[in-house]
């Protein structure tokens, strides 16, 4: 009997150990393609979730407080009530007053009392609001306060600032800065103020370098605050008509891969870069309707 014998290719054994080689080469490649994508798009969504929540937390913040503003000193009766309109007009506490409700405490429009109090005694607790900032379980806050403590309005606010723009002349027009030049209004500027840092009794001025801006410029000593310019005018809250406001507010915790570089103004402060967090600011104007009526 005869047994022919067999001749095998190579190629019938497999894959060569280059082969291999080659092979798991490329899909290391792709694999470490496909995790980089992954985790920078993961990054991006953590990111950009961070911004809106911040974002969502200063848009609550200013409009609470643009709401309230523009009911300050609402008088429909006509009475003259004690301490109507603005109680504080700080840097960054803000307590105002309005007619709302009638003695039962009940806000409607339609039966103000002529009064901020209570028929039982006692400021009426809607009728009278302070904003400020607060830390509660570690974590700065934008407070409502109605006599009762604060009420949280938005959380991981960093700063809040205000200034405020006022008629001291009764002449229906908010007071301007001319610059020297009164025949010349292409120049002039709204006097946007804070009360006297020292004290004082009069209006300071936060645009310090008069270019028409509130900016970390106007901190001429670098010092974190700006320097406001003493307008002359005397404080009285009751010649308030509007205010400028500012919210600063943070993501809730600190991103490793972002590092802050940008400062802002929060009303006459330069708040200077903090470290890992992601922040965002809103400013806007709120002209006070029912004041100097």
């Not at 953590?46 to 974002?55: F, G, K, L, R």
Request: with cysteine; charged share 20%; proline share 3%.
């Amino acid at each position: 009997m005869h047994f022919e014998k067999t001749k095998y290719n190579s190629s019938n054994f497999g894959f060569t150990l280059v082969e291999m080689l080659v092979a798991l080469v490329i899909t290391s490649v792709i694999g470490i393609s496909i995790m980089t994508l992954y985790i920078n798009s993961s990054r991006t969504y953590d990111a950009q979730t961070q911004v809106a929540e911040a974002q969502q937390n200063v848009r609550a913040a200013i409009e609470s407080i643009v709401f309230d503003l523009r009911n300050a000193g609402y008088n429909p009766t006509g009475a003259a009530i004690t301490g109507l309109g603005f109680v504080q007009a700080g840097t960054n506490v803000l307590q105002i007053t309005m007619d709302l409700s009638d003695d039962t405490g009940i806000i409607d429009p339609r039966v103000p009392d002529g009064n901020l109090t209570k028929a039982s005694g006692g400021s009426d607790p809607n009728e009278n609001v302070t904003y400020s900032l607060y830390t509660a379980a570690g974590i700065s806050r934008l407070g409502r306060n109605t006599g009762a403590g604060n009420d949280p309005v938005a959380e991981y606010i960093q700063a809040v600032g205000f200034a405020y723009a006022f008629d001291s002349d009764g002449d229906g027009a908010l007071d301007f800065d001319d610059n020297g030049t009164p025949a010349d209004t292409s120049d002039d500027r709204i006097l946007w103020s804070i009360q006297d840092p020292a004290g004082g009794g009069n209006w300071f001025e936060v645009d310090a370098n008069g270019d028409n801006q509130i900016t970390a410029a106007d901190d001429t000593d670098s010092d974190g605050t700006i320097n406001a310019v003493d307008t002359g005018i005397a404080v009285d809250l009751a010649d308030i008509r509007a205010v400028k406001i500012w919210v600063l507010g943070t993501a809730r915790r600190a991103d490793r891969d972002y590092t802050s570089t940008q400062s802002y103004v929060v009303g006459n402060r330069v708040i200077p870069p903090n470290n890992n967090f992601r922040r965002r600011l809103l400013s806007t104007v709120v002209t006070c309707r029912n004041m100097g009526l």
